[in-house]
């Protein structure tokens, strides 16, 4: 019965030999519950998310097992990879733009954890053995229902790293054999992809315990040379937040007034150009202000991949960078993966527009 913790990961550098090797999918983590026709969905947090995927509880009543408790992730694909921000746009609070969205853009699941089966549980089967019976359970479930892809080879884990991406997939995850599924601990491991980008930083966000820096606002310049918000970088130790407030204090504007973000307060901006402060329902009575600075110095940050022009999670500074100048922080220097079909990694899934 729920709520269960989800077993979770630890970031590492390389694959580790001698585990059970799997994908990263970059979607919602989802424990889905069946017990006849009753479905319950739940995000990581315990958050019910089946209102919100009703073409997803249509095909797990179809096409799972009567009783199960399943692990994965809910997925949205556009084309041949998958699409993070269309998946965003499935969580709406209106019932007609949840029902016209789940068939626009439909979700699919991909399950790779199998925690009970009929009236077993099985959160103290090895890792080898629910695997197998993962198999077993959803063998010949079709879309939108998929079995995660799984090996124990290493050379193929190390291609998947390289070829996955393509698809829109995170990096990879790699589980030991022998362990049972430990709720709330991190003793699964991921390796994701992580790449560099000299970027402008243009202003900045005050941390939530007060006057002290909680995140550095990032820029690039597009083609036409107007400076885009692509992110933050937000994960410094507290005495190191308190001397960039001093060290950053010089560059401090008074006002928004001839910054390139000027016009931030504005929706109509928003459509026009990328800028901290969009509003949006995942935003709510946030506040959203921020402290312009001019856009003078350039950073070197870490990140994973970018997906609609900005950074897809929080980048990593790494360093400052006085030998850039900040108009040569484009987007022609960040690395494109080679594209990957999806359907290459969830055979039989149907295309989608």
Same mark, same amino acid.
Do not use: N
């Given at each position: 019965?729920?709520?269960?913790r989800p077993?979770?990961a630890k970031?590492a550098?390389?694959?580790?030999?001698?585990?059970l090797?799997?994908a990263?999918?970059?979607g919602?983590?989802?424990l889905?519950?069946r017990?006849?026709d009753?479905?319950?969905?739940?995000?990581?947090s315990?958050?019910p998310l089946g209102r919100?995927?009703?073409?997803l509880?249509?095909?797990?009543?179809e096409r799972l097992p009567?009783?199960?408790v399943l692990?994965g992730?809910?997925?949205v694909?556009?084309g041949?990879r998958?699409?993070?921000d269309a998946?965003?746009e499935?969580?709406?609070?209106?019932g007609?733009r949840v029902?016209l969205?789940a068939?626009r853009?439909? !979700? @699919?699941?991909?399950? +790779?954890?199998?925690? /009970?089966?009929g009236?077993?549980? *099985?959160?103290?089967t090895?890792q080898?053995?629910?695997?197998?019976?993962l198999?077993?359970a959803l063998e010949g !479930? @079709?879309?939108?229902? +998929?079995?995660?892809? /799984?090996?124990?080879?290493i050379? *193929?884990a190390?291609r998947?790293?390289?070829?996955f991406?393509?698809?829109?997939?995170?990096?990879?995850?790699a589980k030991p054999p022998?362990l049972?599924y430990?709720?709330?601990e991190?003793?699964?491991?991921?390796v994701?992809?992580?790449?560099t980008?000299d970027c402008?930083l243009?202003g900045?966000?005050?941390h939530k315990s007060g006057?002290v820096v909680g995140?550095l606002?990032?820029g690039l310049?597009?083609d036409?040379?107007?400076?885009q918000?692509?992110?933050?970088?937000?994960?410094?130790p507290?005495?190191?937040?308190?001397?960039l407030m001093?060290?950053l204090?010089?560059?401090r504007?008074?006002?928004a007034?001839?910054?390139?973000w000027?016009d931030w307060?504005?929706a109509?901006a928003?459509?026009?150009?990328r800028?901290?402060g969009?509003p949006?329902?995942?935003?709510g009575?946030?506040?959203?202000?921020w402290?312009?600075?001019r856009?003078?110095r350039?950073?070197e940050v870490?990140y994973?991949h970018?997906?609609?022009?900005?950074?897809r999670h929080?980048?990593?500074?790494?360093?400052w960078r006085?030998?850039r100048?900040?108009?040569?922080?484009?987007?022609?220097?960040?690395?494109?993966p080679?594209?990957?079909?999806?359907?290459?990694v969830?055979?039989?899934r149907r295309p989608?527009?």
């Open positions: 019965m729920p709520p269960v077993m979770l970031s550098a390389r694959i580790p030999e001698g585990m090797y799997e990263k999918w970059d919602f983590r989802a889905v519950f017990d006849g009753e479905i319950e969905i739940g995000s990581r315990g958050r919100y995927f009703p073409e509880v249509a095909a797990f009543r009567g009783r199960c692990d992730e809910i997925v694909a556009r041949p998958l699409d993070f998946l965003l499935r969580i709406h609070p209106a007609s029902r969205l068939e853009t439909p !979700a @699919g699941y991909v399950a +790779f954890d199998l925690l /009970a089966l009236g077993d549980s *099985l959160l103290d090895p080898r053995e629910r695997r197998v019976a198999e077993a !479930a @079709g879309d939108p229902v +998929f079995t995660a892809p /799984a090996t124990y080879d050379g *193929l190390r998947w790293f390289e070829q991406e393509g698809a829109g997939l995170d990096g990879v995850v022998g049972g430990r709720q709330g991190r003793v699964m491991v991921k994701k992809h992580e790449r980008a402008v243009a900045l966000r005050h006057p995140s606002l990032l310049y597009d036409v040379g107007r400076l918000h692509v992110g933050v970088c937000a994960a410094f507290m005495r190191r937040r308190k001397e001093e060290e204090a010089p560059l504007m008074e006002s007034e001839g910054h390139p000027a307060a504005e109509e928003h459509e026009r150009d800028m901290p969009a949006s329902r995942w935003t009575t946030k506040d959203l202000s402290v312009p600075l856009p003078e350039v950073c870490a994973d970018m997906q609609a022009g900005r950074f929080t980048a990593r500074f790494r360093r006085p030998d100048v900040p108009e040569s922080c484009t987007y022609a220097q960040l690395e494109e080679v594209g990957y079909d999806l359907s290459s969830l055979p039989g989608s527009g």
